[in-house]
């Protein structure tokens, strides 16, 4: 849908979907299957692998998260910055050593750590990975809508990493 709604909304830029190894091509049978590649004056799409890159001043580093087959982590690191951002993981044994220190842990937590399911983490695991890795700071979200959990769930993680937040949506945030 967001592919459509860009060529709605005239994108003549290319893409490039960046996409975990072994579902490049689940990914093209999805922008074939909807005839995105046959709109009249679409932008040009190609999908790569989610390998170690380089995106201008940025470099992204991808890890195996612990969800599904295909779900990995992204550190995206420039020569003033250093960002970690889980995705949606039961909580994470190992980071390599050079995704240590960031300046902003940002963590997918959905539940209390009593009520989380397998393949998710809690506010509690969340905290203390954002501990073990040494992040300056913790951002949590893929929060439930309850805005009551939501607080239940920060200071769950808070009562072990103080120096954690839920962002707020839409809204810029400065490393």
Request: a negative charge; one cysteine or more.
């Amino acid at each position: 849908s967001i592919l459509h709604q860009m060529w709605i909304c005239k994108r003549q830029k290319p893409l490039t979907i960046i996409c975990p190894e072994g579902i490049k091509d689940k990914v093209n049978y999805l922008i074939d299957g909807f005839g995105l590649r046959q709109k009249k004056g679409i932008y040009d799409i190609s999908i790569v692998n989610a390998k170690d890159i380089k995106v201008g001043s940025l470099n992204l580093n991808f890890f195996k998260t612990v969800h599904t087959d295909y779900s990995v982590g992204i550190f995206i690191s420039d020569n003033d910055s250093r960002i970690v951002y889980t995705c949606d993981t039961a909580p994470i044994e190992d980071l390599p050593k050079s995704m240590y220190h960031p300046d902003l842990l940002i963590h997918e937590t959905n539940s209390l750590s009593e009520n989380r399911k397998p393949d998710h983490s809690g506010g509690l695991e969340a905290a203390a990975l954002a501990e073990k890795i040494g992040a300056a700071e913790l951002l949590i979200c893929h929060l439930p809508a309850d805005e009551y959990v939501q607080k239940q769930i920060l200071a769950q993680t808070q009562s072990v990493f103080a120096n954690a937040s839920i962002p707020a949506v839409l809204e810029p945030f400065a490393v």
